[in-house]
């Protein structure tokens, strides 16, 4: 066995064990969109809290943000918080068994105020509003444990003179001295402000146990929303027809990579085998990158996804065609081989080029499930060029050189379709 045959073998048989043996886990690891998996989406307007206030590109952006961090709180595997234009965030969790638990968490934070009695009537309570959320520096608010094993909550302020001000006149109130803290409606904590504090560092004190004084925590970082959020659009997908619609999009894709692949094998012989094994190798390595930039598969995704098995399937054929070409026109194999992959090349680049910047544009204009379309495709190219045009090449070169293809019809070239030189 001559060491270009034995090269070929060993490159296949390594490839088919890789694939074969990580394939289970490289398909678990998928992180499935909220259409296949079950779950919500939601989109959010927002305005801002205080009259005269913009909605600029930086607070939409910390407001997405501190989203995300709500629902990472709830416990939900890798929420999906997107902006979109200029006032409005896109939402999607999958995998929720509880929604109306995780809504509720994701809105009441946007209503978080300190609050004081200051110029209010006795029987008004605190009805002065003092700081909102958007005071606070977002995840400014932790918890600590005294000398004398008490829990306290320390803030982070954005402005100090702010802070100072309401601090020295909510102190003068006593013995209403207190800065409520409320959440919507309900008051949470009503600690003591004993005097003017001129920092942006705050402390709340109080009979906190450790429980309460985490929770107050995650309530005020939480709360820290430079915008308020209106829901204008939601969806939700069950479970059981998410899983009915990843089912039957799986089955449909593996019936037409069954077909394609028989159709590649039985038409163009040899080079077919080889863009058999190549595919095989190339859906292996798209999920592995998939994985990789942690991308979230949807449908769209899986139509971008079988798309793609079509480019590096055309990939193939032009590749196929040229060398038959060559070989009708009388070449030897070995010529044909190298002619055909050398004409074909440009071709299948120009394909995969216009083909990306279609995907570019999708993506840059494009929004929610749009973007993850454009996404796979362009993923899809990169990795059809790897394997398709460049691992394909090599094996069929290898094949060839060997010596063990002598037969023209082992291309499906008949050789009374071969013309004399």
């Known amino acids: 066995m001559n060491r270009r045959l034995l090269a070929f073998i060993l490159i296949v048989v390594v490839s088919f064990g890789v694939v074969g043996g990580l394939f289970k886990w490289v398909v678990d690891d998928v992180k499935l969109g909220l259409d296949l998996k079950g779950g919500f989406e ?10 005269g206030g913009k909605v600029t590109k930086e607070s939409l952006t910390e407001t997405a943000k501190s989203l995300e961090a709500r629902a990472n709180a709830t416990g939900v595997a890798e929420p999906e918080v997107t902006t979109e234009g200029t006032n409005r965030i896109r939402v999607k969790i999958a995998g929720v068994t509880d929604e109306a638990k995780v809504r509720d968490i994701l809105k009441k934070p946007a209503e978080l105020t300190f609050r004081s009695a ?3 009537a006795a029987d008004k309570g605190y009805c002065k509003i003092e700081l909102h959320g958007s005071d606070f520096k977002q995840n400014g608010a932790d918890v600590r444990q005294t000398q004398l094993n008490e829990y306290e909550i320390t803030i982070k302020m954005k402005s100090a003179s702010k802070f100072a001000e309401i601090t020295r006149e909510v102190a003068k109130l006593s013995p ?4 409520a803290i409320y959440l919507d409606d309900k008051m949470l904590s009503a600690p003591n402000v004993s005097g003017e504090i001129n920092s942006t560092d705050a402390s709340i004190t109080g009979s906190f146990t450790r429980a309460e004084a985490y929770d107050l925590k995650n309530t005020i970082n939480l709360g820290a929303l430079p915008l308020k959020l209106t829901e204008k659009y939601t969806q939700s997908v069950g479970a059981t027809l998410g899983k009915k619609s990843l089912d039957e999009t799986v089955e449909a894709g593996v019936i037409a990579t069954i077909v394609i692949l028989l159709f590649m094998m039985i038409f163009y012989r040899l080079p077919g085998v080889i863009a058999s094994i190549s595919i095989i190798v190339y859906v292996w390595l798209l999920l592995l990158g998939f994985n990789l930039i942690h991308a979230t598969l949807t449908l769209p995704g899986i139509a971008a996804f079988i798309l793609g098995i079509g480019i590096a399937v055309d990939a193939n054929i032009i590749m196929a065609e ?9 070449k030897s194999i070995m010529s044909s081989q190298k002619a055909g992959s050398r004409h074909s090349f440009r071709t299948i680049v120009d394909s995969h080029v216009t083909t990306a910047i279609a995907a570019l544009v999708l993506f840059f204009i494009g929004v929610g499930s749009v973007k993850g379309f454009a996404v796979i495709l362009l993923l899809s190219i ?19 050189r060997s010596g063990v293809v002598k037969k023209k019809t082992n291309f499906g070239v008949k050789e009374s379709e071969v013309r004399a030189l």
């Open 322 to 330: 040229r060398i038959r070409e060559e070989l009708r026109s009388g």
């Open 42 to 51: 939601i989109l959010y307007e927002a305005e801002p809290i205080e009259a």
């Open 382 to 400: 990169v990795m059809s060029v790897i394997t398709n045009v460049f691992f394909s090449r090599l094996l069929l070169s290898l094949l060839v």
């Open 118 to 120: 200051r110029g209010c």
């Open 176 to 179: 209403n001295n207190q800065l």
